[in-house]
Nanobody
């Protein structure tokens, strides 16, 4: 079973930067899309950014121009570079991978979540 291991969260001051990483625990037959979601206290989970294997990306308006999503396909890893962080970016961030673990096994895996706190 594929597991996603996240790292890079923590406490940062407003205006600071963090880089989140999410790596799959084993090789994957085919990846369709990799993305990052977040859930702020008292709010529903929302899409932050996602990237398709075509290279096309979707980025939430609230983070556009500040956050960048990228992948290392050879390592089955997705990154989220977060710059100019704001207190409203405080949330637990989850990575998600969709694709096929094998030709007959659809994959929709989630990371365990990594907390990001933006505060002075």
């Amino acid at each position: 079973q594929v597991q996603l291991v996240e790292s890079g969260g923590g406490l940062v001051q407003p205006g600071g930067s963090l880089r989140l990483s999410c790596a799959a625990s084993k090789s994957i037959f085919s990846i369709t899309v990799m993305g990052w979601y977040r859930r702020a206290p008292g709010k529903q989970r929302e899409l932050v950014a996602r990237i398709l294997t075509t290279g096309s990306t979707n980025v939430a308006d609230s983070v556009k121009g500040r956050f960048t999503i990228s992948t290392d396909n050879a390592k089955n890893t997705v990154y989220l570079q977060m710059n100019s962080l704001k207190p409203e970016d405080t949330a637990v961030y989850y990575c998600n991978l969709k694709g096929f673990e094998s030709p007959a096994h659809v994959l929709d895996a989630w990371g365990q979540g990594t907390p990001v706190t933006v505060s002075s």
